[in-house]
């Protein structure tokens, strides 16, 4: 059974940075690709960044103002977020996501299993 871990969330003050993490627990397929999808207050998911097990990189949406970075660890399956300069725009729920596709896309469908959520709380 796979579960994806993720760590790192919490109160952070505008500004700041901070770094979420996920580890893919059970997961064993070369080929996979990773994301992030942020969840404001009373709106849907939307995807923020990927990675695949190639390295090939998405960002999307806010994330392609260049505070946002995605690395990964593929013999781990571990991936991480990083995100400099926070907004309170930055806050809400972020979930990762997993899915055996060799590419990015930023469609929530496309990705069969979800960590449980971190919450981000951006101080201003």
């Known amino acids: 059974q796979v579960q994806l871990v993720e760590s790192g969330g919490g109160l952070v003050q505008s500004g700041g940075s901070l770094t979420l993490s996920c580890a893919a627990v059970g997961f064993s397929s070369e080929n996979f690709a990773m994301a992030w999808f942020q969840q404001g207050p009373g709106k849907g998911r939307q995807g923020r960044s990927c990675i695949t097990s190639s390295g090939a990189r998405a960002l999307w949406g806010d994330a392609l103002e260049g505070r946002f970075t995605i690395t990964r660890d593929s013999a781990k399956a571990t991936v991480e977020f990083k995100i400099d300069r926070v907004r309170p725009a930055d806050s809400g729920t972020y979930y990762c996501?997993?899915?055996?596709?060799?590419?990015?896309?930023?469609?929530?469908?496309?990705?069969?299993?979800w960590g449980q959520g971190v919450q981000v709380t951006v101080s201003s």
């Open positions: 996501a997993l899915t055996t596709r060799r590419s990015c896309a930023p469609d929530e469908d496309l990705f069969y299993y």
